[in-house]
């Protein structure tokens, strides 16, 4: 009996978990304001957080007297997005069917490296930049290719 074998001989988790997927570094979430605060001796309010793809400043009050007139929170939406998908096509000028709606950044980021790259694609990353696009590559078994800025980002 080896390693990847249980006694009754079926394979373990660890065995059946893709090599590409093993072999990825653990992933490092954003980092905290207040790290970053300190580490450049500044106070923490001086610290705009864009490595979350969030936004720091909340919603605009429409948006947030919008959500307060909502009333069904604990229904799923039409899981093909049709009346979304239609206002967004009459607004941008495009066919409904070529748009896409998702359930943030991380799901499309997501669906979109699954459906595009093969083991060994290049995917090229420019730090500091959203985790989750070398995260996902890697999944994928793509190459990630880091490309470093200098100081202003150029």
């Known amino acids: 009996m080896n390693d990847q074998e249980s006694r009754s001989g079926a394979l373990t988790a660890p065995s059946a978990v893709r090599r590409c997927v093993e072999a990825m570094a653990e992933y490092a979430g954003p980092v905290d304001p207040a790290q970053v605060a300190a580490r450049l001796g500044r106070p923490v309010e001086s610290i705009v957080k864009l490595d979350a793809n969030e936004n720091p400043y909340g919603p605009s009050p429409l948006v947030a007297e919008a959500l307060s007139q909502f009333q069904t929170y604990q229904t799923y939406p039409d899981a093909e997005q049709l009346a979304g998908r239609a206002l967004l096509a009459e607004y941008v000028g495009l066919p409904a069917e070529h748009l896409m709606l998702g359930n943030g950044a991380d799901e499309m980021i997501d669906l979109i490296m699954r459906t595009f790259l093969d083991a060994g694609d290049e995917v090229m990353d420019f730090p500091p930049s959203f985790g989750m696009y070398g995260f996902n590559a890697q999944l994928q ?3 990630v290719v ?9």
């Open 141 to 143: 078994d793509a190459r």
């Open 146 to 154: 880091v490309v470093e800025r200098n100081e202003r980002f150029d």
